[in-house]
C-alpha cells in the first residue's frame, strides 16, 4: 500500500516553546550545541495506487486541515 | 422578548454552562447548540466558549473548525451575526478563518491561570460596545496555548484599523502587541482568551467585568433591530 508522509513544522519566525524545552533538556543531558525545533509527521496509508490526483487530494488536504498555514509550513512526500 | 444567544458545545467544550448562566444573568435567553447539528435555530448571536474541544488535537480548534455547526457559523457570521469566540472558541476562529492570525504555546511554556488586567482598546464591535474606550477591566485567564501571533503585516493592519479589542495590562503569554482579543473588519465576530463568562457573578469572582459583554450584545442586538 503506497504511503504519503507529511511533515509540518512551525514557521522560522515563529516561537517553538517545545523545542526551546527540548533543547534545553538535551543541554541539561550534556547534548551541547543543539537547537530542536519540533514539528509533526502524519504516515498517510493510501488505498490502490497513487496517481498525481491522489497526491493532490493530499496536498489540499494537508494545506486545509493537517498544517495551519499561518504558523506552520508542510511538506509532502512518496514513502519511498 | 430577550435576545435568543446560541452557545455551542463541542465534545470538551468546557465552559458552555458557564457561557449559558452568564446570558441568562445578565438578561439574554441561552439556547444550548450541539457541534453536530448543521442549525443554529434562528439565535441572534452565538457563542462559542472555551474547553478543549477535540482534546485540542491536532492543533487547538482545528478540528472543531470542521464540525457541522461551524458551516452555519462561518455562513452567519459573513452575513453579520454577531459571534464571540472565548479562549478556545477563538482558536476555532482563527482555524476558521474569521479572524486573522492564530494562537500558540505560552511564551512561558506552562498553562497560566489568574485574574488578568486589560484594557478596552476598541467599544465598536458587537461585543465590547458597553465598555468606554481605554477602560481597564479584569477578567480571568486559563491557557496553555494563548500566545497570539500573525505575520508583521496582518498585525500592523489590526493596529491601524482599530481592531485590536483587548490588550493585556502586563503580557502573560508572549502575545504579540500584548494582544488579548481581535475583530473581524465588520465588528460582528471577536475572539479573546480571557474568560468574560467567568466575571459576571460576585459570589465567584472579585470582579464582574465580564458582564459588560453580554449586555454589550443584548444593546447591540437591540440597536441594530
Not at chain 1, 513544522?9 to 533543547?23: F, S
Not at chain 2, 454552562?17 to 452568564?22: E, G, L, P, S, Y
Not at chain 2, 460576585?202 to 449586555?215: K, L
Request: glycine share 10%; proline share 6%.
Amino acid at each position: 500500500m503506497p504511503r504519503v508522509i507529511v511533515d509540518v513544522m512551525p514557521k522560522p519566525e515563529i516561537l517553538d516553546p517545545q523545542g526551546k524545552a527540548v533543547t534545553g533538556a538535551l543541554g541539561r543531558l550534556g547534548y551541547q550545541g543543539l537547537s530542536v525545533r519540533q514539528g509533526k509527521r502524519f504516515e498517510i496509508e493510501v488505498d490502490g495506487e497513487l496517481t498525481d490526483e491522489r497526491l493532490g487530494q493530499i496536498r489540499e488536504a494537508a494545506d486545509k486541515l493537517l498544517a495551519n498555514t499561518v504558523i506552520e509550513s508542510f511538506d509532502v512526500r512518496v514513502d519511498a | 422578548m430577550s435576545a435568543r444567544i446560541g452557545v455551542v458545545t463541542f465534545p470538551g467544550t468546557l465552559d458552555d454552562v458557564d457561557a449559558a448562566r452568564a446570558v441568562r444573568l445578565t438578561g439574554g435567553e441561552p439556547v444550548r447548540l450541539w457541534h453536530g447539528n448543521a442549525s443554529l435555530e434562528d439565535v441572534d448571536a452565538v457563542i462559542l466558549p472555551g474547553g478543549f474541544s477535540y482534546g485540542d488535537y491536532l492543533r487547538c480548534g482545528a478540528i472543531a473548525r470542521f464540525s457541522p455547526v461551524m458551516g452555519e457559523v462561518i455562513r452567519a457570521a459573513r452575513a453579520g451575526l454577531p459571534v464571540l469566540g472565548i479562549c478556545n472558541g477563538f482558536q476555532v476562529l482563527c482555524e476558521a478563518h474569521l479572524l486573522p492570525g492564530a494562537l500558540i504555546r505560552n511564551a512561558s511554556r506552562t498553562f497560566i491561570c489568574r485574574e488578568q488586567p486589560l484594557r478596552v482598546e476598541t467599544t465598536a464591535t458587537a461585543w465590547s460596545g458597553a465598555y468606554t474606550p481605554g477602560q481597564q477591566i479584569t477578567i480571568a485567564i486559563k491557557h496553555a496555548e494563548g500566545a497570539y501571533v500573525a505575520d508583521a503585516d496582518t498585525v500592523k493592519k489590526l493596529e491601524d484599523d482599530g481592531r485590536v479589542v483587548f490588550r493585556y495590562l502586563g503580557n502573560p503569554n508572549g502575545s504579540v502587541n500584548d494582544i488579548a482579543g481581535v475583530t473581524n473588519e465588520r465588528g460582528n465576530v471577536v475572539g479573546l482568551m480571557p474568560h468574560p463568562e467567568h466575571n459576571v457573578d460576585p459570589v465567584v469572582s472579585p470582579s464582574v467585568d465580564g458582564r459588560a459583554f453580554f449586555t454589550g450584545v443584548l444593546a447591540y442586538l437591540q440597536a441594530v433591530s
